[in-house]
């Protein structure tokens, strides 16, 4: 199991671990590690910023999700991945800055914790995938507002992979660079964020907050549940 290690400094709270792929395989135990972190990150007064990184050449690789069992959706499942206190959900109405620090594959989970944060700085060998046909969690509304309509649209329906170019074109990320210079990048962008006032970076994110509630980002989280049923009594995933 990927270990989740909190490490902050100079106002920045950096979340590591091996990769992302334990949240597209539903490893629980992981979820909830890696949501404690930005809770207790974000509530650390010295911290303005949160950024999540993998050790590995990928952020997140492609992995299979476990078999769900639909019962179990509406009560275990839900709460380590679809609920208020979630991780995704965590991250989606965090009270700092969410930025992620991308590299190589971007699947499923990984592409979600890409349309939770606020900034994302992808190396230029980043591939991004749609998670919509996996993941019932994945919140289209945020994807929307993050790439607009159209975009959205096509990347669900399609379940296409955009390389970091394509990925910075419609908006999905903020910054593309060469892999080499990714850490130096994603060092810059934190250093400019954490510039600001304490006060100023919790009164940014509680108006970013009520915009994402006003388009209805918190009722497709709620609503991830039922797609989760119908999705897994559909493909005989569930039990």
Do not use: P, R
């Given at each position: 199991m990927s270990v989740v290690e909190v490490t902050v400094a100079e106002h920045c709270a950096v979340i590591e671990v091996d990769d992302f792929s334990p949240l597209s395989r539903y490893d629980a135990p992981f979820a909830r590690d890696l949501g404690r972190a930005v809770v207790?990150?974000?509530?650390?007064d010295a911290v303005k910023v949160v950024l999540l990184r993998a050790r590995n050449a990928d952020f997140a690789p492609e992995a299979l999700p476990a078999p769900i069992a639909v019962r179990e959706v509406l009560t275990t499942w839900h709460r380590d991945f679809a609920g208020s206190d979630?991780?995704?959900q965590a991250l989606c109405f965090a009270?700092?800055?969410v930025v992620t620090e991308v590299t190589g594959d971007v699947i499923g989970a990984g592409a979600m914790l890409v349309l939770c944060s606020d900034l994302t700085v992808a190396a230029d060998t980043a591939r991004i995938g749609s998670p919509f046909s996996s993941h019932p969690e994945a919140n289209f509304a945020l994807a929307a507002l993050t790439m607009r309509l159209n975009r959205a649209k096509a990347?669900?329906?399609r379940e296409s992979v955009l390389?970091?170019?394509?990925?910075?074109e419609q908006g999905l990320v903020n910054r593309v660079v060469p892999a080499a210079d990714l850490t130096d990048a994603v060092s810059e962008l934190t250093r400019s964020v954490t510039g600001m006032p304490l006060d100023g970076v919790t009164m940014s994110k509680m108006l970013l907050q009520s915009v994402l509630d006003a388009h209805g980002v918190g009722r497709d989280f709620d609503l991830?549940?039922?797609y989760a049923?119908?999705?897994?009594?559909?493909t005989g995933v569930a039990r």
């Open positions: 207790e990150a974000c509530d650390d979630a991780l995704y009270k700092k800055v990347w669900m329906l390389t970091a170019a394509q990925a910075l991830a549940d039922q049923i119908h999705l897994w009594s559909e």
